[in-house]
């Protein structure tokens, strides 16, 4: 048995530890700022590089698929043998990526930089879930929004961090950021340090958790993987695009782009704690619903719409598409009782990998029919919410 399901009922047992669950919020937040100034500052390093589309499809990849491609591995390493004193360690790894960015004097050293923001995602994600599931009381859902959250603030942050400092002040601002990652590491230090002491304190319970069919759970799994394949090409469209749609289509300026980037990120960021708080009240899967099927209408109005219409849908889109991911985590850890990091390196690294292949691909039809025609086809994305109709109803699966 995992060392996840001997601490379930004694993690529900011993209440909701509301400071280590904004400790680790915290450095999710920090986590990625730093993250997400790499999206933000693509206009400012196609001017300078002389970037196509193509490249800056290129470095997003370059970030996410090293991340996807470690944060399974990871997880799946860390359910046999927990590590929560290696949260730290990515931070650190994220903390040099960031330096690399700011002292670049080729395209070879950005990619390297971005390279190393991606280990250090792939170190942090699956480790500090499983922290954030230990700490949550039993409310699985709202300790994941709340991590979560911390994330998609951070992601948020980045664009106006870099229209209000990095923008004026140059590519070498984005070095003072750095500090806020040392200052992360070190409050990891102790949060994992907590987490080493719960862990060996829990007394082993018998496993109740319901065990599903394996072909249901494998069903259901790689529909969960679909589904956010969907969610995560429309997020990179937005994240990597969304500034060039808006200086292309309005004339804005690199400030005023990056102002439009917040609003869906802020958008994102308040919907994915309300996912998680809704979720424990009225079940997982009909978040999932409600957030897949419940956006196509905004979508597809994205890109024939004027400015004020296309901030506010902006909004929209981001609340109710970032309501999914903390509903589709749970749903998948209770799928697969006792595989937290695994389940968390599998989706927050598909999530990252899939979101990274899609910036590549769409950076090449960007480059080739224009980068409204890539806003126009992924509107369509969020249709294949249906295949959420194929996924365990309530009563078989606890929470559902």
């Known amino acids: 048995m995992r060392a996840e399901a001997t601490t379930a009922n004694t993690t529900a047992a011993t209440g909701t530890a509301w400071g280590i669950l904004t400790a680790i919020s915290l450095c999710h937040t920090v986590n990625d700022v730093m993250q997400s100034m790499l999206a933000a500052i693509y206009p400012l390093l196609q001017v300078e590089f002389s970037l196509s589309y193509a490249q800056i499809g290129v470095m997003t990849f370059a970030f996410q698929v090293t991340a996807?491609?470690?944060?399974?591995?990871?997880?799946?390493?860390?359910?046999?043998?927990?590590?929560?004193?290696?949260?730290?360690?990515?931070?650190?790894?994220?903390?040099c990526g960031v330096l690399l960015l700011a002292f670049a004097h080729h395209y070879g050293m950005l990619l390297a930089g971005a390279m190393l923001i991606g280990v250090g995602s792939a170190v942090f994600h699956p480790e500090s879930s499983r922290v954030a599931r230990?700490?949550?009381?039993?409310?699985?859902?709202?300790?994941?929004?709340?991590?979560?959250?911390?994330?998609?603030?951070?992601?948020?942050?980045?664009?106006?961090?870099?229209?209000?400092?990095?923008?004026?002040?140059?590519?070498?601002?984005?070095?003072?950021?750095?500090?806020?990652?040392?200052?992360?590491?070190?409050?990891?230090?102790?949060?994992?340090?907590?987490?080493?002491g719960r862990r060996r304190?829990?007394?082993?319970?018998?496993?109740?958790?319901?065990?599903?069919?394996?072909?249901?759970?494998?069903?259901?799994?790689?529909?969960?993987?679909?589904?956010?394949?969907?969610?995560?090409?429309?997020?990179?469209?937005?994240?990597?695009?969304?500034?060039?749609?808006?200086?292309?289509?309005?004339?804005?300026?690199?400030q005023g782009a990056q102002i439009m980037l917040f609003l869906f990120l802020g958008g994102m960021a308040a919907g994915v704690m309300l996912g998680g708080v809704v979720g424990d009240r009225i079940g997982p899967l009909r978040v999932i619903w409600f957030s897949i099927l419940g956006v196509l209408p905004f979508t597809l109005l994205l890109p024939h719409v004027g400015l004020a219409a296309t901030g506010v849908l902006a909004v929209i889109i981001g609340l109710?598409?970032?309501?999914?991911?903390?509903?589709?985590?749970?749903?998948?850890?209770?799928?697969?009782?006792?595989?937290?990091?695994?389940?968390?390196?599998?989706?927050?690294g598909f999530s990252f990998g899939m979101g990274g292949i899609a910036a590549a691909a769409l950076g090449v039809l960007a480059d080739a029919q224009g980068i409204e025609r890539v806003f126009v086809l992924c509107s369509f994305l969020p249709m294949l919410g249906v295949l959420t109709i194929f996924l365990p109803r309530p009563g078989r699966l606890i929470g559902g």
């Open 68 to 95: 996807s491609l470690l944060q399974p591995l990871i997880g799946m390493a860390t359910d046999r043998h927990p590590q929560p004193r290696s949260l730290p360690f990515g931070m650190a790894s994220t903390f």
């Open 134 to 196: 230990l700490a949550s009381g039993g409310r699985f859902g709202t300790a994941q929004s709340l991590f979560q959250m911390g994330g998609n603030f951070g992601q948020s942050l980045g664009p106006l961090l870099a229209a209000f400092i990095v923008v004026p002040l140059g590519r070498p601002a984005v070095a003072w950021f750095a500090v806020a990652a040392a200052g992360g590491a070190a409050l990891l230090w102790h949060v994992g340090h907590w987490a080493e």
């Open 201 to 254: 304190a829990a007394t082993a319970k018998p496993d109740t958790a319901l065990r599903l069919p394996r072909g249901i759970v494998i069903r259901a799994i790689v529909v969960l993987a679909v589904l956010t394949f969907t969610k995560n090409i429309y997020t990179a469209s937005m994240s990597s695009y969304f500034t060039f749609f808006t200086i292309e289509k309005f004339g804005l300026g690199p």
């Open 320 to 348: 109710i598409l970032a309501s999914a991911f903390p509903a589709i985590v749970v749903f998948a850890q209770e799928l697969v009782p006792g595989r937290t990091g695994t389940i968390a390196g599998l989706f927050f």
